[in-house]
């Protein structure tokens, strides 16, 4: 027999969605869908009844279309409440009940809000190489789309319009013969000028730093800078892992390695500001076409060394204070920038974290080698550590992981398997959905290399398919 368990529904969206919070009784069998219907469309119960005349005092609500998802103490709702509150049920699985230390005799509060739209592939632009990185250009705040750079395995770089995504800039051979490893796309505030960041791998590993100028709407580059040949000739793997101070982006952060003499990987802080950059970016200017211009460049070392063994794998500039490394020895490493030193080491027992994103200052995102991706909360205690959450739908290695720092629970996870999921972190059971691609048909061997938020509702990757895929969230 169906039993019955007494709930309230709350929720902070705007008034006329918001029901009266009076205790309800409902079956324990009920569905995610049969919530819904309780609360707004279940016309032939007397719970209906109840509702709409508790609602009548905020006249008519339409909600035809709406799609609501549903939590009890944080946690989603992906099957029956029945399913949830059984202590016969599959181990596999967990009980919402039992995860929060809920009697069946108890109130239960459960929380309601609109579900997301399901992202819809907009732009798929092919391209003659392999995508290894996307960066749209970075400020303190990315509320909204801005233009965005892709660097390729053949070396090249080009800049991309924000709204029809049409080519505005293609750099050939920034970096001769090498892959394009990673890419910053900045504002730079000391210098007032919007910079282009870009490190290699081998044979010629090398940071390089240039200036993206718009003019007549017309796009032109000038590289002003980059890493001291002598200085860094005995690296091994190249330069990787760049990543910007959060609140001064004149500093940024690399990683790399030095040859088997001493192959200790280290973090090195570079500093862009008007002494290191301006005097060489003083330069003519040929209007038209795009050319690159032959001018003085300025080598730079960096502005501080930091010692990480290890093997980097992964990195996140993510305090002001605070650097996040994921390495090749299954740890991750809380870097403090201005004592030069390891604060702490997270953990020692995973996989090895093959890319990394944080949530404000004390939620951390792994992604690992063995397709999964963990969330981890730095607050807790070192003898208490373990991850929060783990989230389970890719089949291959995790290449990307991407929090939208403008909508609250939302992350995005690119791998090896040619997918990119979508994600509430409050989900681990499954992703709020797998985007599909335009050109999805084209490629049987397809790996996701490049994975980016292009403002809130704007999501770019690219990969082995040799196309930009852009999808949307409005």
């Given at each position: 027999?169906?039993?019955e368990?007494?709930?309230?529904?709350?929720?902070?969206?705007?008034?006329?969605?918001?029901?009266?919070?009076?205790?309800?009784?409902?079956?324990?069998?009920?569905?995610?869908?049969?919530?819904?219907q309780?609360?707004?469309?279940?016309?032939?119960?007397?719970?209906?009844?109840?509702?709409?005349?508790?609602?009548?005092?905020?006249?008519?609500?339409?909600?035809?279309?709406?799609?609501?998802?549903?939590?009890v103490?944080?946690?989603?709702i992906?099957?029956?409440?029945?399913?949830?509150?059984?202590?016969s049920?599959?181990?596999?699985?967990?009980s919402?009940?039992?995860?929060?230390?809920?009697?069946?005799?108890?109130?239960?509060?459960?929380?309601?809000q609109?579900?997301?739209?399901?992202p819809?592939?907009?732009?798929?632009?092919?391209?003659?190489?392999?995508?290894?990185?996307?960066?749209?250009?970075?400020?303190?705040?990315?509320?909204?789309?801005?233009?965005?750079?892709?660097?390729?395995?053949?070396?090249?770089v080009?800049?991309?319009?924000?709204?029809?995504?049409?080519?505005?800039l293609?750099?050939?051979?920034l970096?001769?013969?090498?892959?394009?490893?990673?890419?910053?796309?900045?504002?730079n505030?000391?210098?007032?000028?919007?910079l282009?960041?870009?490190?290699?791998?081998?044979?010629n590993?090398?940071?390089?730093?240039?200036?993206?100028i718009?003019?007549?709407r017309?796009y032109?580059?000038?590289?002003?800078?980059?890493?001291?040949?002598?200085?860094?000739?005995?690296?091994?793997?190249?330069?990787?892992?760049?990543?910007?101070?959060p609140?001064?982006?004149?500093?940024i952060?690399?990683?790399?390695?030095?040859?088997?003499?001493?192959?200790?990987?280290a973090?090195?802080?570079?500093?862009?500001?008007?002494?290191?950059?301006?005097?060489?970016?003083?330069?003519?200017?040929?209007?038209g076409?795009?050319?690159?211009?032959?001018?003085?460049?300025?080598?730079?070392?960096?502005?501080?060394?930091?010692?990480?063994?290890g093997g980097i794998?992964?990195?996140?500039?993510?305090?002001?204070?605070?650097?996040y490394?994921?390495?090749?020895d299954?740890?991750?490493?809380?870097?403090?920038?201005?004592?030069?030193?390891?604060?702490e080491?997270?953990?020692?027992?995973?996989?090895?974290?093959?890319?990394?994103?944080?949530?404000?200052?004390?939620?951390?995102?792994?992604?690992?080698?063995?397709?999964?991706?963990?969330?981890?909360?730095?607050?807790?205690?070192?003898?208490?550590?373990?991850?929060?959450?783990?989230?389970?739908?890719?089949?291959?290695?995790?290449?990307?992981?991407?929090?939208?720092?403008?909508?609250?629970?939302?992350?995005v996870?690119?791998?090896?398997?040619?997918?990119?999921?979508?994600?509430?972190?409050?989900?681990?059971?499954?992703?709020?959905?797998?985007?599909?691609?335009?050109?999805?048909?084209?490629?049987d061997?397809?790996?996701?290399?490049?994975?980016?938020?292009n403002?809130?509702?704007?999501?770019?990757?690219?990969?082995?398919?040799?196309?930009?895929?852009?999808?949307s969230?409005?």
């Amino acid at each position: 027999m169906t039993s019955e368990v007494q709930v309230v529904f709350k929720t902070n969206l705007p008034e006329e969605f918001q029901a009266p919070e009076v205790q309800i009784s409902i079956g324990t069998s009920s569905t995610n869908k049969e919530l819904t219907q309780v609360q707004f469309s279940f016309k032939e119960q007397l719970i209906f009844q109840i509702l709409k005349q508790l609602l009548a005092d905020n006249g008519d609500v339409d909600i035809k279309g709406k799609k609501f998802n549903f939590m009890v103490n944080n946690v989603f709702i992906t099957t029956s409440v029945q399913e949830y509150s059984s202590h016969s049920f599959k181990q596999s699985q967990y009980s919402i009940l039992d995860k929060q230390s809920i009697q069946n005799e108890e109130l239960i509060e459960i929380y309601y809000q609109f579900s997301l739209e399901k992202p819809k592939p907009t732009h798929s632009m092919p391209q003659e190489e392999w995508i290894s990185t996307i960066k749209s250009l970075s400020h303190i705040l990315n509320e909204k789309a801005k233009t965005y750079a892709v660097g390729f395995f053949n070396g090249d770089v080009k800049i991309f319009n924000k709204k029809d995504h049409k080519e505005l800039l293609s750099i050939k051979q920034l970096h001769q013969d090498s892959i394009i490893q990673d890419a910053l796309f900045l504002k730079n505030d000391a210098l007032d000028k919007k910079l282009l960041v870009t490190c290699s791998t081998l044979p010629n590993s090398e940071l390089r730093v240039s200036e993206i100028i718009e003019r007549d709407r017309k796009y032109h580059f000038n590289q002003i800078a980059q890493s001291k040949h002598d200085e860094y000739s005995n690296i091994n793997d190249g330069f990787k892992c760049l990543g910007s101070n959060p609140m001064n982006n004149e500093f940024i952060c690399s990683a790399y390695q030095t040859n088997d003499s001493a192959p200790e990987k280290a973090i090195l802080i570079w500093r862009l500001n008007k002494q290191h950059l301006e005097d060489s970016s003083q330069k003519q200017l040929k209007m038209g076409e795009m050319k690159r211009l032959k001018t003085n460049i300025t080598y730079i070392s960096a502005h501080q060394n930091i010692t990480c063994g290890g093997g980097i794998q992964s990195m996140k500039w993510a305090t002001p204070s605070r650097i996040y490394v994921g390495c090749s020895d299954h740890s991750v490493k809380i870097v403090n920038v201005e004592q030069a030193q390891i604060e702490e080491v997270l953990f020692t027992t995973y996989k090895v974290p093959t890319c990394i994103d944080s949530i404000q200052e004390t939620l951390l995102l792994t992604g690992h080698e063995d397709a999964t991706v963990k969330l981890w909360d730095i607050r807790t205690g070192v003898a208490e550590r373990k991850y929060k959450s783990q989230y389970e739908s890719h089949k291959s290695w995790i290449s990307q992981v991407k929090v939208n720092s403008n909508v609250e629970n939302v992350f995005v996870s690119g791998s090896y398997d040619g997918t990119v999921k979508m994600w509430d972190l409050r989900n681990e059971e499954r992703p709020l959905a797998t985007l599909k691609r335009k050109n999805e048909g084209n490629s049987d061997d397809y790996k996701v290399f490049a994975l980016e938020w292009n403002g809130a509702s704007q999501i770019l990757s690219g990969g082995s398919d040799s196309h930009i895929s852009v999808h949307s969230l409005a």
